[in-house]
């Protein structure tokens, strides 16, 4: 049997957790001398890369002194709650990794809690010594004050501390006498975090995640707790609902490096793919065929929040996608939810449209973002907070909100979240930055990020995370300015928009195609306005001199895919095709749009 230490790397977005497992890779010699390796190897999906956040888990294998090492990637952001906590269910301890300047940060607070729920032992990495203005020892008492209000135990208190710069390529116990490598870092992990505990017994392996392969299917992912698996053995799938179905294993692959290996036989305590079983889904047990043994179902935070999704019915569909259909989106958002473990989709009483639940705008975003980018049209509504009746009393989620601002503006942003029922819970100066931590309910946060960065000039950086459900806190005002909506369709003009400047703020550059209906801009009053940005200039042989003055625009306001899923109001859509994101009335019709509209009202 080989020593093995399964551990999993818990960060803030942009702490370098990423940039630490490339050194580690590198530091176990992986590659040839002569490979060609990019930077961030985890992150392999486009949207990671580009975003700088881990979205989807994953696993790497490296070997030290004869030790194996699982090395688990989690997602840093609460609203991937769902790839946490049952990632975490395959590690022994954890690598807490904070940055030297900005100290433990709300979203690794969430997967922090989780893990010491989990009895995990903590490594704490205090990374980016190297920084202007970090403060390590600061940060380091911070981090015990996190632990211990988070309940820790006494070992868990006791933890080991490293300082360093993944950038680097160093760690060590001082920060003030930098190293030459970071194999204290593995020395640590070899010393500090257990082996697998082994239960005697008879075979269990809880099915943690999913990999697809065109050739073999599905693939299940776990940690064998006890036992062992062989290949081509029958084994029993334990299911969600108590049955218990027969499956055989075709192969076992092991992690090695960034690849896997194929093995005969995986022993308790490692993490092994398993191809050839059919029918499984996240948190069943693969267990012994004569008398199986079931282990307990992965709790997973409930969804906070829903969005309606429905086919394109623009006056552009299909022009840019490839699937466009009702069949198509829910077929495609059923297998979403297969790996998805907090994401559900439950169908309307209308074919074309199905609500789907996820944990925030960030979590529902990625996936919308994902299918646009396989070519998928589709339309969304309004995010809207999902309510509790809990003792005959509406509770809605309420979520910490941390906010790091230049003392200059820190008003400006009280003002706006207290505006939205916001509560001020602290106040205090980090560096040159006030730090202010409120308590918010989630349907204030909506629309929030956009307000706060025009009132501090882009300079705010504000993360959040679900606290818990709380008794409803009344109305919070919405979008108070109306929207500029096109009149008809086609091209819209440079003349035109010049002359409707002083009505608002547009969205649309000259020469862009449009359709009648279609929201091009806001209006800077409280009411929607119907304007011509078709009309051209009407030409005469006759010239003035002086009066045939060029058209001065400001440029068009744009939006990135979460700010206009927050932006959109309760009558409006949000048309997202390959090309394009662009914002519509439901009912493009004006009369239509007047007619429901005085409906609502009666």
């Not at 267990?287 to 282990?295: C, F, M």
């Amino acid at each position: 049997m080989q020593s093995i230490r399964n551990i999993a790397i818990i960060a803030h977005v942009d702490h370098g957790k990423t940039t630490l497992v490339d050194k580690i890779i590198h530091a176990s010699k992986i590659f040839r001398e002569n490979q060609q390796f990019d930077e961030l190897i985890l992150d392999n999906n486009d949207l990671e890369r580009e975003r700088g956040i881990t979205i989807l888990s994953k696993n790497v294998s490296v070997r030290y002194k004869d030790v194996k090492i699982n090395i688990i990637d989690t997602p840093g952001h609460a609203d991937f709650g769902g790839e946490v906590e049952r990632v975490l269910k395959m590690a022994d301890g954890v690598i807490l990794l904070v940055d030297a300047f900005e100290g433990p940060m709300p979203q690794t607070r969430f997967v922090l809690g989780k893990a010491l729920e989990l009895g995990l032992t903590p490594i704490v990495v205090v990374n980016k010594v190297d920084k202007e203005n970090c403060r390590p020892d600061e940060v380091h008492e911070a981090v015990f004050d996190l632990m211990f209000n988070l309940d820790a135990t006494e070992e868990q208190l006791e933890f080991h501390t490293l300082y360093g710069s993944a950038k680097n390529n160093w760690m060590g116990p001082d920060w003030k006498n930098p190293t030459d490598s970071i194999l204290p870092l593995l020395d640590a992990i070899v010393e500090y975090i257990p082996e697998p505990k082994i239960e005697e017994g008879t075979l269990q392996m809880q099915i943690t995640s999913l990999d697809y392969s065109n050739f073999v299917g599905r693939i299940a992912i776990g940690r064998v707790k006890r036992g062992s698996i062989k290949e081509g053995v029958q084994l029993s799938l334990c299911k969600a609902d108590g049955s218990i179905k027969k499956v055989r294993v075709k192969e076992l692959h092991v992690f090695e490096g960034l690849g896997k290996n194929k093995v005969n036989e995986v022993f308790a305590g490692d993490i092994c793919a398993v191809t050839g079983i059919e029918d499984f889904e996240i948190g069943d047990t693969l267990a012994d065929l004569e008398n199986p043994e079931a282990l307990p179902r992965i709790a997973i935070d409930e969804p906070t929040m829903n969005m309606l999704f429905t086919i394109n019915n623009s006056p552009f569909f299909g022009k840019e996608g490839k699937f466009v259909t009702s069949r198509h989106l829910r077929d495609r958002l059923l297998k979403e939810t297969e790996k998805n473990l907090a994401l559900r989709v439950e169908p309307t009483d209308n074919e074309d449209k199905f609500i789907v639940y996820g944990r925030g705008i960030l979590h529902l975003s990625v996936l919308i973002e994902t299918m646009r980018r396989e070519g998928y049209e589709l339309q969304v509504g309004q995010p809207q907070v999902i309510y509790k009746e809990i003792d005959g009393v509406k509770h809605e989620p309420i979520e910490t909100l941390v906010v790091d601002v230049p003392e200059t503006t820190a008003g400006k942003v009280i003002e706006l979240a207290t505006q939205r029922k916001g509560e001020l819970l602290v106040m205090e100066p980090k560096g040159d930055l006030q730090h202010l931590e409120f308590k918010i309910p989630s349907r204030g946060l909506i629309g929030l990020r956009n307000n706060v960065l025009t009132a501090t000039q882009g300079e705010a950086i504000m993360n959040h995370r679900f606290l818990a459900y709380e008794p409803f806190k009344g109305a919070i005002p919405g979008r108070i300015n109306g929207s500029i909506i096109s009149m008809e369709g086609g091209p819209c003009t440079a003349y035109a928009i010049d002359k409707l400047q002083d009505r608002g703020t547009f969205f649309v550059d000259p020469g862009v195609e449009l359709y009648g209906g279609q929201v091009i801009g806001e209006h800077n009053r409280d009411n929607d306005i119907v304007v011509n940005v078709q009309k051209g200039k009407k030409l005469t042989n006759m010239r003035a001199s002086g009066s045939d003055d060029n058209t001065k625009i400001a440029p068009a306001k744009k939006f990135s895919l979460e700010e206009s899923m927050e932006y959109i109001q309760k009558d409006e859509y949000l048309e997202i095709t390959p090309k394009n994101i662009r914002m519509r009335k439901i009912y493009l019709d004006e009369n239509e749009r007047n007619r429901m509209s005085k409906l609502q009202n009666a």
